[in-house]
């Protein structure tokens, strides 16, 4: 029999499932809604229970499954549990790995979604055989893990790595923590979009991006727009380049990695983040760490990054 | 025979020696001239040489050496090497730890003075018991020692932790490694001094620090005149504590630290620092981690701070 692990990446909407087994091949994939109806995190989790319990069956008897592993926002590595995710139903402290072992008497483990991308990476992606590298996701928010002599740095609470947070202007623009200024509000899915805005209000260049309310605005469609040669767009491009340059200059002096790696919808855009990230960083950079670091997409495919992530998360713990 | 290291703290202008035990008893020590006449590293080597035979001759039979630690600036843990260090006599690339190799055929390990103070601290200090935590040295320059899962955060290239170089302010205060607004031009026995005389441009307070020149002002000197209640030394220090209090909130984020402490000339000024250093960080931290992270002083015996992290360093990497 083959040993497989479960990895479920839980997301404000969807949540994926997928058995992986040690090298990394996705066997069986699925995506469930996160959402109930009673906003009950006891409801999703028989649903979750009946949907593993048939992919397991539906992959048939060859497989043995020794583990399970979640990334989460907010997710705590020591704990297991989920903590005040502003994007998810469940408010309060869940003790997700708590109430999931009452279904599966094996190992499980939890951190946040994007130290689970770093344990991916690590293992299946580009940073195979680094020891020291970080991972920036570019989603609604901007998420990071950061990993420092092959171990993710969890901090002794288990929240370290929030780059999304660290400060970019003191009185800068709104963030939903709260606060002003964090490095989220300009550079991520949203973050983008925010800066097409301001564009669009600042200056008079035609945009195709005129005729999209904000609401429908995607990074996507900045992209497309950018490729069309956009003004607007490419503007905005380089914009969000500056700011996470100018800020990954400064992560480079905390932990100094060989690479940082760029994922989630926003780095999609390809070279048109990744060109300005690289040069405003250079430009930043403290002589002695200059053209050392590299930065890259991941290597993963993108479509599982959080499967893979929720995987090598559970992998790398069996291995301990 | 009792097994002893010895501990090497090499300064731009002192470097000083100690013989350290196990338990962090200094029994010998000694302070020697860094500069020769002929700015050469073999004549210190002999020099060095000369004096760590003496003293391993004073203290007597009942001791073994067992190996040496070396604190340096710009030192390397992986290659051993001190490279380009500004304040040193010393130019490019210093293979220092194989040239002391030809004196002493036993471990020798190199690293930057804050990471060495890192590891006294951990051994020796406040730190004692702690996994996760940040030192920050505040002499003529800021240094900086991260503690992740209880090693020094060295990097790719062993080059990590040099926040003195993160950025405050994009066009700010010109700074000695050739860039602008890096946090040790405001955060340092140093930056301190540039900030009274900033005030003292700025505003007409009156002021016992108009009777000293720059060359003559130091750190000590705006603590004793802050003692006496003196309003440009007292927003000397508000303004100092305000940049570093906000900038190790984003420290926090990367590596989520139990405590960070303060050591160096400038943190002598005790609560002057302190006080102010812990409120903005507070006002700038992300819920999840305030009320967490403590800003402690050194638990070491300050003069020997450079010592007893070399001594460290080396018993830490005997301990592997």
């Known amino acids: 029999m083959k040993s497989v692990v479960i990895g479920i990446d839980i997301g404000g909407t969807f949540t994926k499932l997928g058995v992986v087994d040690k090298e990394g091949n996705n066997i069986a994939s699925k995506s469930i809604s996160t ?7 006891n409801t999703f989790l028989e649903i979750l229970n009946g949907e593993l319990k048939k992919i397991l069956h539906e992959i048939g008897s060859g497989y043995r499954l020794i583990g399970i592993g979640v990334g989460a926002p907010n997710g705590n590595y020591y704990s297991g ?12 402290v869940v003790p997700f790995v708590d109430l999931l072992k009452k279904y599966f008497n094996i190992p499980i483990v939890l951190t946040n979604d994007a130290n689970a991308a770093a344990l991916g990476e690590m ?13 920036i996701t570019l989603g609604t928010g901007l998420g990071s893990g950061i ?31 709260g606060r002003k200024g964090c490095l989220e509000t300009y550079v991520s899915a949203t973050g983008i979009k925010r800066t097409v805005y301001k564009f669009l209000a600042d200056s008079l260049e035609p945009s195709s991006l005129k005729g999209v309310c904000f609401n429908d605005l995607s990074a996507n469609m900045i992209t497309e727009a950018a490729i069309k040669g956009d003004k607007v767009a490419l503007a905005a491009f380089e914009y969000t380049g500056e700011i996470l340059g100018s800020k990954l200059a400064d992560a480079v002096a905390y932990t100094s990695p060989e690479a940082i790696f760029l994922c989630g919808g926003l780095a999609q855009a390809g070279d048109f983040i990744i060109r300005p990230t690289k040069l405003y960083m250079e430009m930043n950079l403290l002589p002695i760490y200059m053209n050392k670091v590299k930065i890259l997409p ?18 790398h713990e069996l291995e301990k």
């Open 147 to 177: 990993v420092v002599n092959g171990q993710v740095v969890y901090g002794h609470d288990g929240f370290a790595g929030e780059l999304g947070h660290i400060n970019v202007r003191p009185d800068g623009r709104e963030c939903g923590c």
């Open 298 to 315: 991941s290597g993963m495919k993108d479509n599982n990054v959080g499967i893979m992530g929720a995987a090598g998360l559970i992998w």
């Open 123 to 135: 293992l299946y992606g580009g940073a195979k055989g680094m020891k020291d590298f970080i991972i």
């Open 81 to 92: 549990t989920i903590e005040f995710a502003p994007n998810l139903q469940w408010k309060g």
């Open 35 to 41: 959402q109930t109806t009673d906003n009950n995190v």
